[in-house]
């Protein structure tokens, strides 16, 4: 009859734990994922609703937010917001507002995967009131 040892060690030296320490601090660090970096850092510097124009407030945001989707090769649900002809057609009917408010009343909440920030959807609404100006 063979006889078969495990050579198991009867407890972990420090050089066995920080490998696994180091695995459960990454693997606890990386679930604490907020995407919104206006609301994880909001405490900073007020909104600027003052000075909202659309080459250098309006169209980078949905230039970051919304171009991924609605651009000309991919116009989901026939919307595209490629250029300011396009952005001024969905903030006149309404339907731009609507769907960055996330309010259901005209179209659909966009963008669909988390909501664009408050100070963002505010100067959106500004831009909006003022005429939708190109400016």
């Not at 920080?18 to 679930?31: C, F, K, R, Y």
């Not at 405490?43 to 230039?63: E, H, K, L, Q």
């Not at 595209?80 to 903030?91: F, G, H, N, P, W």
Request: net charge neutral.
């Amino acid at each position: 009859m063979i006889e078969t040892r495990l050579n198991i060690p009867r407890s972990f030296s420090p050089r066995m734990w920080i490998p696994l320490l180091m695995l459960i601090s990454i693997v606890w660090m990386s679930g604490c994922y907020y995407d919104i970096e206006q609301d994880l850092y909001g405490g900073g510097s007020p909104c600027n609703t003052t000075d909202v124009n659309f080459s250098g407030v309006v169209n980078p945001i949905i230039a970051n937010n919304c171009l991924s989707c609605h651009n000309a090769g991919l116009a989901n649900g026939n919307v595209r917001l490629d250029s300011y002809t396009e952005i001024k057609k969905y903030a006149d009917n309404g339907k731009l507002l609507s769907s960055i408010k996330r309010d259901g009343t005209i179209a659909k909440a966009m963008p669909p995967d988390a909501p664009l920030g408050n100070c963002r959807v505010n100067q959106i609404e500004v831009w909006i009131n003022a005429g939708a100006p190109n400016n």
